[in-house]
T-cell receptor, first 113, second 113 residues
Framework: KQEVTQIPAALSVPEGENLVLNCSFT??????LQWFRQDPGKGLTSLLL?????REQTSGRLNASLDKSSGRSTLYIAASQPGDSATYLC????????????FGQGTTLQVKP | EPEVTQTPSHQVTQMGQEVILRCVPI?????FYWYRQILGQKVEFLVS????????KSEIFDDQFSVERPDGSNFTLKIRSTKLEDSAMYFC???????????FGQGTRLTVV
């Protein structure tokens, strides 16, 4: 059974710092991996999708990498801003081809001005 | 920009009552999903729906739950007889195909009293 784990559970950094969020999954037979942002009490905003054949994706100050064989992904945030404060969720789509996503518990990021 | 919309944003219901949560997925998407998030816990998959039928469902999605696409735009989740433990945020999502980016709505917070 696929399990997704995110470390750390919480992170507090000063504004301007570069940071890395980690995601690991137990079964490497994934279709893709998606990173989301969730603000308190709100929905999930898609940040990046990495297909299983890709190694990384970039969007603005965000860069996500995928090492399928070792079951790991990282989300790199450059030059963090207070507006980046949110919970970041990692989710993998398994190989069943039904679109089902399995989520980690998230990393709650606080960027202090 | 196209988005997934959910109504209502918050619903309070008495235990044992039926509730219907409504969603309008992105118009050209083919896959539709429901997820839930109990406060402080992971986002959990409930069901995926494609071509007017359920393509996968989780153990949570028992006989008390049903989904329907009553017309060309709406996608609904019905809980027949709500329990206290059904209190959660329910998210609808859609994707163009399985394996492509999933877009989530803002959620319906269901409170069962």
């Amino acid at each position: 059974k696929q399990e997704v784990t995110q470390i750390p559970a919480a992170l507090s950094v000063p504004e301007g710092e570069n940071l890395v969020l980690n995601c690991s999954f137990t079964d490497s037979a994934i279709y893709n991996l998606q990173w989301f942002r969730q603000d308190p009490g709100k929905g999930l905003t898609s940040l990046l999708l990495i297909q299983s054949s890709q190694r990384e994706q970039t969007s603005g100050r965000l860069n996500a990498s995928l090492d399928k064989s070792s079951g790991r992904s990282t989300l790199y945030i450059a030059a963090s801003q207070p507006g980046d404060s949110a919970t970041y969720l990692c989710a993998v789509e398994d190989s069943s081809n039904t679109g089902k996503l399995i989520f980690g518990q998230g990393t709650t990021l606080q960027v202090k001005p | 920009e196209p988005e997934v919309t959910q109504t209502p944003s918050h619903q309070v219901t008495q235990m044992g009552q039926e509730v219907i949560l409504r969603c309008v997925p992105i118009s050209n998407h083919l896959y539709f999903y429901w997820y839930r998030q109990i406060l402080g816990q992971k986002v959990e998959f409930l069901v995926s729906f494609y071509n007017n039928e359920i393509s996968e469902k989780s153990e949570i999605f028992d006989d008390q739950f049903s989904v329907e696409r009553p017309d060309g735009s709406n996608f609904t989740l019905k809980i027949r007889s709500t329990k206290l433990e059904d209190s959660a945020m329910y998210f609808c999502a859609s994707s163009g195909l399985a394996g492509t980016e999933a877009f989530f709505g803002q959620g319906t917070r269901l409170t069962v009293v």
